[in-house]
């Protein structure tokens, strides 16, 4: 059975940093591109990053680029989203999920989430 | 970067009706976009990717259609369990944008 389970989130000051984990299971981890998407309250989904099998590909919505650093570690089926200079309006639930091997990106598998609240 | 525009943001429903929900993109994507459904308190779910190809386990009540810059999304026979929220999104790119959401409630 896959499954995907974050860890990481809570409350920062703005300004702060947070390190997002999403450990993985019940795939072959290492085949798969990852992803990270958030939802802010009352808001829509928004992609947030996304990273190659092998991490030689990355790529980040602009809101965060320069922000936000997705990497993953295959040996640990981990994927992570270090996230730095936090605002305010990063606050939302983020998940992480399955995406593609090959070909056009879409997310088949995802977490339950985790909460990030930036606030003073 | 190419928009994409769902519509309706929300509409009212009673089981066993047919809804159907639509997703423009500003720019020609191909068939490069995927649906997705929503409950408050779960992990997000795929239904359709490719713009017509059902995810496994998926009931056949969904489907997609579209190509270029107009898609639908159609749901035969509103199930209880089928009133969520509906993204679509975009692969054809990054960013890897999902249109605004339409909120299927009960009527």
């Known amino acids: 059975e896959v499954q995907l389970v974050e860890s990481g989130g809570g409350l920062v000051q703005p300004g702060g940093s947070l390190r997002l984990s999403c450990a993985a299971s019940?795939?072959?981890?290492?085949?798969?591109?990852m992803t990270w998407v958030r939802q802010a309250p009352g808001k829509g989904l928004e992609w947030v990053a996304n990273?190659?099998?092998?991490?030689?590909?990355?790529y980040y919505v602009n809101s965060v680029r320069g922000r936000f650093t997705i990497s993953r570690d295959n040996a640990k089926n981990s994927v992570y989203l270090q996230m730095d200079s936090l605002r305010v309006e990063d606050t939302g639930v983020y998940y992480c999920?399955?995406?593609?091997?090959?070909?056009?990106?879409?997310?088949?598998?995802w977490g339950q989430g985790t909460q990030v609240t930036v606030s003073s | 970067d190419i928009h994409v525009t769902q519509s309706p943001s929300s509409l009212s429903a009673s089981v066993g009706d047919r809804v159907t929900i639509t997703c423009r993109a500003s720019?020609?994507?191909?068939?490069?976009l995927n649906w997705y459904q929503h409950k408050p308190g779960e992990a997000p779910r795929l239904l359709i990717y490719?713009?017509?190809t059902l995810q496994t386990g998926v009931p056949s009540r969904f489907s997609g259609v579209g190509s270029g810059t107009d898609f639908t999304l159609t749901i035969t026979s509103l199930q209880t369990e089928d009133f969520a929220t509906y993204y679509c999104?975009?692969?054809?790119?990054?960013?890897?944008?999902f249109g605004g959401g339409t909120k299927v409630q009960i009527k």
């Open positions: 999920a399955r995406d593609k091997i090959v070909g056009p990106a879409h997310f088949d598998f």
């Open positions: 019940g795939f072959s981890f290492s085949d798969y591109w």
């Open positions: 990273i190659k099998q092998e991490s030689g590909e990355i």
């Open positions: 720019q020609h994507i191909n068939n490069y």
């Open positions: 490719a713009s017509s």
């Open positions: 999104q975009k692969s054809d790119s990054i960013p890897l944008t």
